[in-house]
């Protein structure tokens, strides 16, 4: 068993003894609404959004990009679960504006190995073989954190499964601070109709 195997089932293990009454939370969240926001470890949406287990939903991906799969867990959160208002959080410092969808694609034809950063820009660590399907995939790179949020603010806005009257707001995570920083071009392109 690998260190980090055993320190999540001990962890689970705790968890488990002081589960109580969290076994009652009903499906749908308590708030009714939803977050989407990046995979960044350095954000924790329960805390600098103060959440409790039960109260809203939370999707994350890589940049907390509006990625079809993104819209398809909106969407379902709204249908399915009632949610009425929904956050598109970025962050300052995201690894998403460290690479270019380019950059990505050379990396991967070259290695399957992890990459390395340094001042010189990106490097493979490992021998190939790589793979050439990433220059398929659109990585949603982000060039200015202002401009992906409105993006995918505004991607989410349009998008038909979508409702009109579901508020959408635009925000950055500041990771020095942890303040949340309206982005007003996001939250007027996410105004509800």
Not at 8 to 36: D, H, M, Q, W
Not at 100 to 107: A, F, H, R, Y
Not at 175 to 193: H, R
Request: with cysteine; charged share 20%.
């Amino acid at each position: 068993m690998s260190k980090i195997l055993e320190e999540v089932l001990t962890a689970n293990s705790s968890y488990v003894a002081n589960f109580g009454a969290k076994g009652e939370l009903a499906l749908p969240p308590a708030r009714s609404f939803a977050i989407l926001t990046c995979m960044d470890a350095r954000l924790d949406p329960a805390k600098y959004a103060g959440l409790a287990e039960g109260d809203a939903h939370v999707i994350r991906n890589a940049g907390g990009r509006a990625s079809d799969d993104a819209i398809r867990s909106l969407v379902i959160s709204y249908k399915l679960l009632g949610t009425r208002e929904w956050f598109v959080i970025h962050h300052t410092h995201c690894g998403m504006e460290l690479f270019t969808n380019e950059i990505m694609s050379g990396l991967l034809a070259s290695s399957l190995k992890t990459a390395s950063i340094d001042a010189n820009g990106w490097h493979d660590c490992g021998e190939g073989p790589g793979c050439k399907e990433g220059k398929y995939i659109n990585w949603l790179t982000i060039k200015t954190q202002e401009e992906s949020v409105a993006e995918d603010v505004t991607r989410i806005r349009n998008h038909p499964l979508v409702p009109k009257n579901i508020p959408i707001y635009g925000y950055i995570y500041d990771v020095k601070s942890g303040k949340l920083i309206e982005v007003p071009e996001a939250t007027t392109a996410g105004k509800a109709a």
